[in-house]
């Protein structure tokens, strides 16, 4: 059996796998008690992979969909400024709202 | 033309000579005008109440035989959990889907779930994992559906737990972040730890201590421990609060590593039909309704 003849199926089977045990997180950010709305952008990385930022829509929601399940930091960007916390990826998808607060022109962050 | 007097009749006499039979015609049209419009009030009324009576007639029909038919259904599933050896393992799992997806807010089903588990965890037992994962979505769904309900009147918050953490922290477990709820104008301080895990059984040992704010009234905390795992439904199992709320944990994802919980405080009005509230609530709650 010539292992190279079967590498492509098993590239496939695997990234076949790695899709279906894929995390999805989603949430809404408020700032206080109000939306965000589009004025927020979300951030992940899990691991050494970096997801690309996501806007939040009109009504502050965001969602996510990590290949990676496990420990992940969140990075959240809004009015010129981040804040990051750390969240957890699993292979269901998993709610995360936010509320962010600017503390002496400083953004910070956490999880409700 | 002139009267006795022989004083000519003027123009007003003319006229009150003509309106003076006139008058006994108005009243008689006003008399008739009131009692045709009050009868047709009457009638209006009556027609209204014959059909807000035939309404109730027909919802306490409808109620009865929904009720009469949920009895039945409920007694011919649950022999097949009572008899002892009654069904095989598929029928038990399928009889205990139409129990939660028709009951769940009704009945605790968590001793039905652990018992189905406890049967899959046998060696005879086939196709466990399929089973399991069966039974676990059920409850999942019927979880996710009651938080659903319940954060529409009351709030909510959720948090991550790193079991890691938990057991290298041993009996003294992990706190959680706190949150400080606000529900109906009724405000506490819930704070969660995680005491112990057992990711092959998938629970987690929790203590929800929820504290009353320092101003308050009634500063009276509530402490409760138990085991939280997927068959805990937060309708139904919850914790009463001294102020009248209810505050429920459930468990949102779990994995070898991490767990995600979810906390959920209510008004005890919206706990499952199973749980009556106390004398002293209803009456607080009639009194509050007669201060407003």
Redesign the interface.
Known sequence: MNPKRFAPVLAVLLSGWSLASSGEVYGKIVEGASSVGDAAAVEAKCGAKTYPAVSTDKSGSYRVVLAETGKCTMTVKYKQQSTSLEIASYDDAVQVDLVIAMKDGKLSVRRR | MADTLGKPKDRWDKLMIVLHPMGGLLTAVAVTSVGIMGSQVLNERQALDTNARLYSELMSRREESESSLRKDMFVSIIQTFLQPGAGDLDTKVLNLELLAYNFHESLNLKPLFLDIARRLDRPEAKDRQAFRARLNRVAREITAKQLFALEGHGKS????V?LEEVRRQGRSGVAL?G?SVAVGGKQCEVNLYVLDSDPEAQQLRVRLEVKAPENAQDPADTRAEFYLGWYDFPMIDNTRLANGLRCAVTL????S??A?L?TVCFPGEYASLKDRPYYDEVIQKLQEATQK
């Open positions: 918050f959720r948090r991550t790193d972040e949150e949102s994802n779990f994995s590593a991490m995600d979810t």
